[in-house]
């Protein structure tokens, strides 16, 4: 007979909330305070709960420790409960910051690098695991098992913390951060695949060739689900999400359900869940499509408070008072030590020997991958809830993860001064001062919306090279959009057809939608978490003074709820964007226009930055002595400088020039025609105050005017 449903006790789950209370407060607030001392938010927000456990608060004062510390067995379950959810939510945001290319540029390092300190720091782990007295262990039957838990304990490397230190040193940009990351996210990926045949066998009654090979076999059918039909899953759903539904947050939830259907499968296949976690964060963090934002909002959640929660509760299961006894101390040191030097020395011979690296960059690895921080804490909870570790081994893992990753910080700084920034790295540092509020970085998807033209039209095929150029710069997904109406279908769809063969080698879906209020329904589009709208312009002028090129265009560029690009002129099929000028003012559309001017222009062209001074008559009664005009002058030049800079760091031949007249747009204009330009880009932003598009005069007589096609950034 089936159980009734019932809930917890009134004050079970009393507890619970003044547990989460306490917890999330003071793993935050300690977590502010070791950042502020130069040491991992983890550190601190695992001391939060050894303080008010057993260590301290709760051993000093019994009557506070039934507060904190679980009383009864729902108790603590529920705990076990919400601390589970900080470990899913932990190794999601691991598994999305995964950059599988990375990983593939960096190869030879990164493999040579992961597979010596795996190999290195695993043996030792072995030899531990067997040198620790009977005893000490929860099964000595199982000292296999137990010796592979703590194998993998020191094989790993804890990617966040990593992180986390190499952006507080600066080099996250570096080659040398770049590689280190390639390399912990390999050693993470073997990490978790060992946990899961380790977790299974620990399940099992015991170790034989046939359950290691059931192990193995499980995890081997859920890799092999999770990269072929599962990442076929994962994109449609992600898919029909974005295209098919409207509400707020839609990605969010839906990463979180995959998230949790994930988990349940590695469960289910007797895979320790984290495992289903961690692998769906890299199949979602491949969809190019994939906005930032939910992933930014999951990243807020996840770290901000699941995961200080999940750090606190390991904390309460932390008894350093026991850990001072005599022998418990001496093995606690012992594997710090030991997890330090194998690290250094696997990853120093991988690095050197099968990457060829110089001694300084070889050693800067086993620096940075030492720190063992939240996953070493995770493989321990997991050891400790499947009874594999006992109490005092379990907080003698946690103090060893927590004390290499304040290690890792002080070896790395001490490395990295033997090691200087090669001009490559310089370059990137520089590209992410001068343009730190990048448009394109963010774009993921553009929207094209189109109009049904007969066949055999030019029509879109500027738009077409655009996009091209785009894509070769920041990969994006485009998606080409026609309304019509229902008796007219067909035609848009056979019309979309044609115009998508313009659009090769690009990733292009189609969509057409029935109407007939068409600006309604071309936002209610881009409201999808679309990064950019293109627009093509028509090249005749409105012959009305309401309208500037047709309602249609002119509602969009108002209203878009994401940045524009609008696209002005006819070019015929060989076209292509070889000299570009760049007009800017110095504000910050300008600059975003500039970025997307060098992406047009390519590695192949040339982009030629003009910035005019405007000199009116009346300055001259006001300025007489030319100081405030040459002051101008001066600020253009530097601006002008800086996107010359920027253009040049991304690989595009770039000139500055900086010219004072009285009519910027014919200096425009005639400079344009001059240099014999195949594209002038300008910027804009465009204020939705007005029932009119108004995009000021300048910017309207450069369109009406220019002697080639324009591109208009509004952003």
Same mark, same amino acid.
């Given at each position: 007979?089936?159980?009734?449903?019932?809930?917890?006790?009134?004050?079970?789950?009393?507890?619970?909330?003044?547990?989460?209370?306490?917890?999330?407060?003071?793993?935050?607030?300690?977590?502010?305070?070791?950042?502020?001392?130069?040491?991992?938010?983890?550190?601190?927000?695992?001391? +939060?709960?050894?303080?008010?456990?057993?260590?301290?608060?709760?051993?000093?004062?019994?009557?506070?420790?039934? =507060?904190?510390?679980?009383?009864?067995?729902?108790?603590?379950?529920?705990?076990?409960?919400?601390?589970?959810?900080?470990?899913?939510?932990?190794?999601?945001?691991?598994?999305?910051?995964?950059?599988?290319?990375?990983?593939?540029?960096?190869?030879?390092?990164?493999?040579?690098?992961?597979?010596?300190?795996?190999?290195?720091?695993?043996?030792?782990?072995?030899?531990?695991?067997?040198?620790?007295?009977?005893?000490?262990?929860?099964?000595?039957e199982a000292r296999f098992v137990f010796a592979l838990f703590v194998a993998i304990s020191l094989a790993i490397s804890a990617i966040p913390v990593v992180a986390k230190v190499l952006m507080d040193l600066g080099v996250i940009r570096r080659t040398i951060g770049q590689t280190i990351i390639a390399a912990g996210m390999i050693d993470d990926?073997?990490? =978790?695949?060992?946990?899961?045949?380790? #977790?299974?066998?620990?399940?099992?009654?015991?170790?034989?060739?046939?359950?290691?090979?059931? #192990?193995?076999?499980?995890?081997?059918?859920?890799?092999?689900?999770?990269?072929?039909?599962?990442?076929?899953?994962?994109?449609?759903?992600?898919?029909?999400?974005?295209?098919?539904?409207?509400?707020?947050?839609?990605?969010?939830?839906?990463?979180?359900?995959?998230?949790?259907? =994930?988990?349940? %499968?590695?469960?289910?296949?007797?895979?320790?869940?984290?495992?289903?976690?961690?692998?769906?964060?890299?199949?979602?963090?491949?969809?190019?499509?994939?906005?930032?934002?939910?992933?930014?909002?999951?990243?807020?959640?996840?770290?901000?408070?699941?995961?200080?929660?999940?750090?606190?509760?390991?904390?309460?299961? *932390?008894?350093? *008072?026991?850990? %001072?006894?005599? @022998?418990?101390?001496?093995?606690?040191?012992?594997?710090?030590?030991?997890?330090?030097?194998? !690290?250094?020395?696997?990853?120093?011979?991988?690095?050197?020997?099968?990457?060829?690296?110089?001694?300084?960059?070889?050693?800067?690895?086993?620096?940075?991958?030492?720190?063992?921080?939240?996953?070493?804490?995770?493989?321990?909870?997991?050891?400790?809830?499947?009874?594999?570790?006992?109490?005092?081994?379990?907080?003698?893992?946690?103090?060893?993860?927590?004390?290499?990753?304040?290690?890792?910080?002080?070896?790395?700084?001490?490395?990295?001064?033997?090691?200087?920034?090669?001009?490559?790295?310089?370059?990137?540092?520089?590209?992410?001062?001068?343009?730190?509020?990048?448009?394109?970085?963010?774009?993921?998807?553009?929207?094209?919306?189109?109009?049904?033209?007969?066949?055999?039209?030019?029509?879109?095929?500027?738009?077409?090279?655009?996009?091209?150029?785009? &894509?070769?710069?920041?990969?994006?997904?485009?998606?080409?959009?026609?309304?019509?109406?229902?008796?007219?279908?067909?035609?848009?769809?056979?019309?979309?057809?044609?115009?998508?063969? @313009?659009?090769?080698?690009?990733?292009?879906? !189609? !969509?057409?939608?029935?109407?007939? &209020?068409?600006?309604?329904?071309?936002?209610?589009?881009?409201?999808?978490?679309?990064?950019?709208?293109?627009?093509?312009?028509?090249?005749?002028?409105?012959?009305?003074?309401?309208?500037?090129?047709?309602?249609?265009?002119?509602?969009?560029?108002?209203?878009?709820?994401?940045?524009?690009?609008?696209? @002005?002129?006819?070019?015929?099929?060989?076209?292509?964007?070889?000299?570009?000028?760049?007009?800017?003012?110095?504000?910050?559309?300008? !600059?975003? +226009?500039?970025?997307?001017? %060098?992406?047009?222009?390519?590695?192949?062209?040339?982009?030629?930055?003009?910035?005019?001074?405007?000199?009116?008559?009346?300055? %001259?009664?006001?300025? #007489?002595?030319?100081?405030?005009?040459?002051?101008?002058?001066?600020?253009?030049?530097?601006?002008?400088?800086?996107?010359?800079?920027?253009?040049?760091?991304?690989?595009?031949?770039?000139?500055?020039?900086?010219?004072?007249?009285?009519?910027?747009?014919?200096?425009?204009?005639?400079?344009?025609?001059?240099?014999?330009?195949?594209?002038?880009?300008?910027?804009?932003?465009? #204020?939705?105050?007005?029932? @009119?598009?108004?995009?000021?005069?300048?910017?309207?007589?450069?369109?009406?005017?220019?002697?080639?096609?324009? *591109?208009?950034?509004?952003?």
């Amino acid at each position: 007979m089936t159980q009734p449903f019932s809930a917890a006790s009134h004050h079970d789950i009393l507890v619970l909330l003044v547990q989460i209370a306490l917890l999330l407060l003071t793993a935050r607030a300690l977590g502010e305070l070791a950042q502020r001392l130069g040491q991992p938010t983890v550190v601190g927000e695992l001391l +939060a709960g050894i303080i008010l456990g057993p260590s301290v608060l709760s051993g000093l004062l019994p009557a506070l420790g039934q =507060w904190i510390i679980p009383q009864t067995p729902v108790q603590g379950y529920l705990l076990e409960v919400i601390s589970l959810l900080g470990a899913l939510f932990l190794l999601l945001i691991t598994g999305l910051e995964m950059d599988l290319g990375l990983i593939r540029r960096q190869a030879r390092t990164a493999i040579g690098v992961s597979i010596g300190g795996v190999t290195v720091s695993f043996i030792a782990g072995i030899l531990i695991g067997y040198l620790i007295p009977d005893d000490l262990l929860a099964a000595p039957e199982a000292r296999f098992v137990f010796a592979l838990f703590v194998a993998i304990s020191l094989a790993i490397s804890a990617i966040p913390v990593v992180a986390k230190v190499l952006m507080d040193l600066g080099v996250i940009r570096r080659t040398i951060g770049q590689t280190i990351i390639a390399a912990g996210m390999i050693d993470d990926t073997i990490g =978790w695949i060992l946990l899961s045949i380790v #977790s299974g066998l620990a399940a099992g009654e015991a170790v034989t060739a046939g359950t290691l090979l059931a #192990s193995v076999g499980e995890v081997a059918i859920f890799m092999g689900f999770s990269f072929t039909l599962g990442r076929w899953l994962v994109e449609r759903a992600v898919g029909f999400v974005q295209d098919g539904l409207t509400g707020r947050d839609r990605i969010l939830a839906l990463m979180v359900v995959l998230m949790f259907a =994930w988990s349940a %499968f590695a469960q289910a296949l007797n895979i320790e869940s984290v495992l289903g976690a961690f692998v769906v964060g890299i199949l979602l963090g491949q969809i190019r499509t994939l906005p930032p934002e939910p992933v930014h909002t999951l990243e807020r959640i996840a770290l901000g408070v699941f995961a200080p929660i999940f750090f606190a509760v390991a904390g309460l299961k *932390v008894n350093l *008072v026991r850990l %001072f006894e005599p @022998r418990l101390l001496v093995i606690t040191i012992g594997l710090i030590i030991v997890a330090t030097v194998a !690290k250094v020395v696997g990853t120093y011979l991988g690095a050197r020997y099968v990457g060829g690296r110089d001694h300084w960059s070889a050693l800067s690895f086993g620096a940075g991958l030492t720190a063992r921080g939240a996953i070493g804490i995770i493989v321990a909870s997991v050891g400790l809830s499947l009874g594999i570790l006992n109490q005092d081994i379990f907080s003698v893992i946690v103090v060893m993860s927590v004390g290499t990753s304040m290690i890792a910080p002080v070896m790395l700084r001490w490395v990295l001064k033997h090691l200087e920034a090669t001009p490559d790295e310089l370059m990137r540092q520089r590209q992410q001062e001068l343009n730190p509020h990048s448009l394109l970085a963010n774009t993921r998807r553009v929207l094209v919306p189109v109009r049904v033209k007969s066949e055999g039209s030019p029509y879109a095929l500027i738009e077409a090279r655009i996009l091209e150029r785009l &894509n070769a710069r920041v990969q994006v997904s485009a998606t080409l959009l026609s309304v019509a109406r229902p008796e007219n279908r067909s035609e848009a769809a056979a019309f979309l057809d044609r115009l998508a063969a @313009r659009f090769s080698g690009q990733s292009i879906s !189609k !969509k057409v939608v029935t109407g007939d &209020n068409t600006g309604g329904l071309i936002l209610d589009e881009a409201q999808k978490d679309y990064g950019l709208m293109l627009i093509g312009a028509p090249q005749a002028a409105s012959s009305s003074t309401e309208v500037l090129f047709t309602p249609i265009v002119d509602f969009l560029m108002r209203t878009s709820p994401c940045p524009t690009l609008l696209v @002005r002129g006819s070019v015929d099929e060989d076209w292509s964007p070889r000299r570009v000028l760049i007009a800017s003012n110095g504000s910050t559309a300008s !600059k975003r +226009a500039a970025e997307v001017g %060098f992406a047009l222009a390519g590695t192949e062209g040339e982009a030629v930055i003009l910035q005019v001074v405007e000199r009116s008559t009346t300055d %001259f009664q006001f300025d #007489s002595s030319g100081e405030l005009f040459q002051r101008q002058m001066t600020i253009a030049e530097h601006g002008a400088d800086d996107l010359r800079e920027l253009g040049e760091i991304q690989g595009v031949t770039t000139s500055a020039e900086v010219r004072g007249h009285r009519s910027p747009d014919q200096t425009i204009i005639d400079r344009a025609r001059e240099l014999g330009a195949d594209l002038i880009v300008l910027g804009t932003s465009v #204020s939705v105050g007005s029932d @009119r598009l108004y995009l000021g005069p300048r910017v309207e007589r450069i369109l009406a005017n220019a002697p080639c096609p324009v *591109v208009v950034v509004n952003s």
